[in-house]
T-cell receptor, first 108, second 114 residues
């Protein structure tokens, strides 16, 4: 079992829909990252969280340290949001462990 | 200026060859990483260096040898390339500040071994 589990693995949404991607982890962490990987392959860091909630534009990320769970929300989704979203946890010792990713496709 | 840059972006080579991938970061970070993304798009850490010293070495064949000439560079040298080495390799850097450890990624190097 992977230390970082993401759900769903695949998600297709209609433009404008509210999207939630979930991440659960089983180890102690110093921070959690949400990453975005577009078809071109580059990885961009969207959020880094160690507690609470962060918002950037239409993206919201939350983390519950006690429950070892984080969610990434996209409001008013758009086709350009189509990408792979990856949850990664920073274990103590500076080791990033990745979830398998969620493939999001937003249709117009 | 690109924060973390890798070269080359694409690398096609024959089995048995030796090749290197270079990585440089201009962020002043102390920690650099190499990750491998397999055909199923799963990312896994290979190595981590902190201030030129190896701190994480996952179960990677010893044909893979990281080299850090200074804290801004972490190069990956691969000897005797095998078909299974085909993957996308990502370099990253981070700078722990208390509990905040932002990570920045290079654009990836797609290695194809034929």
């Amino acid at each position: 079992k992977n230390e970082v589990e993401q759900s769903p693995q695949n998600l297709t949404a209609q433009e404008g829909e509210f999207i939630t991607i979930n991440c659960s982890y089983s180890v102690g962490i110093s921070a959690l990252h949400w990453l975005q990987q577009h078809p071109g392959g580059g990885i961009v860091s969207l959020f880094m969280l160690s507690s609470g909630k962060k918002k950037h534009g239409r993206l919201i990320a939350t983390i519950n340290i006690q429950e070892k769970h984080s969610s990434l929300h996209i409001t008013a989704s758009h086709p350009r949001d189509s990408a792979v979203y990856i949850c990664a946890v920073m274990e103590y010792g500076n080791k990033l462990v990745f979830g398998a990713g969620t493939i999001l496709r937003v249709k117009s | 200026d690109t924060a973390v840059s890798q070269t080359p972006k694409y690398l096609v080579t024959q089995m048995g060859n030796d090749k290197s991938i270079k990585c440089e970061q201009n962020l002043g970070h102390d920690t650099m990483y190499w990750y491998k993304q397999d055909s199923k798009k799963f990312l896994k850490i290979m190595f981590s260096y902190n201030n030129k010293e190896l701190i994480i070495n996952e179960t990677v064949p010893n044909r893979f040898s990281p080299k850090s000439p200074d804290k801004a560079h972490l190069n990956l040298h691969i000897n005797s390339l095998e078909l299974g080495d085909s993957a996308v390799y990502f370099c990253a850097s981070s700078q722990p500040t208390g509990t905040n450890t932002e990570a920045f990624f290079g654009q990836g190097t797609r290695l194809t071994v034929v």
